[in-house]
């Protein structure tokens, strides 16, 4: 099991920009994709972004294309997402999680982000 931990959540007027990382426990960090996950007040959690186990393929969940930016540096065990053109709908508790084969088997305790318009 991987420990994981978020921060760069916060307050930010719409049409700002955030940061968040995802701070990972351990050394099997750069052996599997990474994601970011959002949950919304009486939303279901759903899909954000997703980076592979060598960084070099990405995939976003529609509403964030060209908007959102997923990284990750291994030698610091980190994962990132740039938030751009923030909008109000973008308002949500953000998780990092883990995938393992088909499954996301760890996740953080979560980072507030709210947009105000």
């Known amino acids: 099991q991987v420990q994981l931990v978020e921060s760069g959540g916060g307050l930010v007027q719409a049409g700002g920009s955030l940061r968040l990382s995802c701070g990972a426990s351990?050394?099997?960090?750069?052996?599997?994709?990474m994601g970011w996950f959002r949950q919304a007040f009486g939303k279901e959690r759903e899909f954000v972004a997703e980076?592979?186990?060598?960084?070099?393929?990405?995939s976003y969940a529609d509403s964030v294309k060209g908007r959102f930016t997923i990284s990750r540096d291994k030698a610091k065990n980190t994962l990132f997402l740039q938030m751009n053109r923030l909008e109000p709908a973008d308002t949500a508790v953000y998780y990092c999680?883990?995938?393992?084969?088909?499954?996301?088997?760890?996740w953080g305790q979560g980072t507030q982000v709210t947009v105000s318009s």
């Open positions: 980076i592979n186990s060598y960084g070099g393929v990405t």
């Open positions: 999680a883990r995938r393992r084969g088909t499954l996301w088997d760890s």
């Open positions: 351990g050394r099997t960090f750069s052996m599997y994709s």
